[in-house]
């Protein structure tokens, strides 16, 4: 297992377009998290799933942000007419949870530059 | 909210013992502490974590007070590749709500 990868790594993109990440986590974990995380800051919620349920999603998931996880293994983050402040790094991360866990295991994430 | 609160950066000479405080005054009985580490343009790496106990594994000490009202993480013998920023968090860590709710964490510079 090559840990949770994330495609693509870069993107830039003009305000008003339509982007989509994808996410695939660790084979065997079944929950997905979605983080933003802009300079200087530390990553913030975004959603997360266990399987292919969505149990939350953050107050900063406008609606112009979807997530999906159809089959419980990997996930997409679509962000619709795109604007200059959705520039961020976004991550992903799974995890095992099934109680004590070892914690998640993030990918190298995917930064998004609206121009 | 993050419920920890961390210096913002520090310094610690390559070779030495870098110890990255952390307060969590109000913590409850059932939550733990978490350490994580992001090196630049990477994701935020798992470092450790504990309940009451210290804690040791092959990256870092975890030193809890009794009070369990700080921690303090220990790199034993810094390199120039433990430059990162370090984001101490607390978590129930059986909860159907469990996610991980970061800070602005510290960072840590290793001086050569």
């Known amino acids: 297992d090559t840990g949770v990868s994330q495609d693509p790594r870069h993107k830039i993109t003009k305000r008003g377009q339509n982007v989509t990440f994808r996410c695939d986590p660790i084979?065997?974990?079944?929950?997905l998290y979605w983080y933003r995380q802009t300079l200087g800051q530390g990553p913030e919620f975004l959603t997360y799933f266990q399987n292919e349920a969505q149990l939350e999603k953050s107050r900063l998931l406008s609606d112009r942000f979807s997530a999906e996880r159809p089959k419980g293994s990997f996930s997409t983050l679509e962000i619709q007419r795109t604007e200059q402040g959705d520039s961020a790094m976004y991550l992903c991360a799974s995890s095992l949870f099934q109680g004590a866990d070892d914690g998640y295991t993030f990918g190298s994430g995917t930064r998004l530059t609206v121009v | 909210d993050a419920k920890t609160t961390q210096p913002t950066s520090m310094d610690c000479a390559e070779g030495r013992a870098a110890n990255l405080p952390c307060n969590h005054s109000?913590?409850?009985?059932?939550?733990?502490v978490y350490w994580y580490r992001q090196i630049h343009s990477q994701g935020p790496q798992y470092i450790i974590h504990g309940l009451k106990n210290n804690e040791t594994n092959e990256m870092a000490s975890l030193i809890i007070t009794e009070d369990r009202k700080s921690s303090t993480l220990i790199l034993p013998h810094a390199t120039l590749r433990d430059t990162a920023v370090y984001y101490c968090i607390v978590r129930l860590d059986i909860s159907p709500d469990d996610k991980i709710i970061f800070g602005k964490g510290t960072r840590l510079h290793i001086l050569p």
């Open positions: 109000t913590i409850s009985g059932n939550e733990y």
């Open positions: 084979s065997e974990h079944n929950r």
